[in-house]
């Protein structure tokens, strides 16, 4: 029996975890090594999930939209002729 390798090199968490399970899904045996090619704990790595930089981007987009939707809705109650009053 013939046994292949192939490596790839990538800092993208989320790509590393997708190809991986894209090869088990296949039937392979898969596993992440890091740069000395001592092979990774997944597990931690499962957990992690959204990096800190994806979290502070979803929600400054989260207050964006709701910022937005607040204006509007207080727009809408100006141009009605019945100001909201706080």
């Known amino acids: 029996m013939t046994i292949w390798t192939i490596r790839t090199e990538t800092d ?9 399970e894209d090869q088990r899904n296949r039937g392979y045996n898969a596993w992440i090594e890091d740069e000395s090619g001592q092979r990774l704990d997944e597990e931690p790595l499962k957990k992690s999930g959204r990096s800190l ?15 937005v ?18």
């Open 69 to 86: 939707t607040l204006g509007a809705l207080y727009a809408c109650s100006l141009l009605s002729g019945d100001p909201l009053r706080i």
């Open 12 to 20: 993208d968490l989320e790509s590393v975890r997708e190809m991986v």
């Open 53 to 67: 930089h994806q979290k502070a981007l979803g929600f400054i987009i989260w207050g964006i939209a709701i910022a």
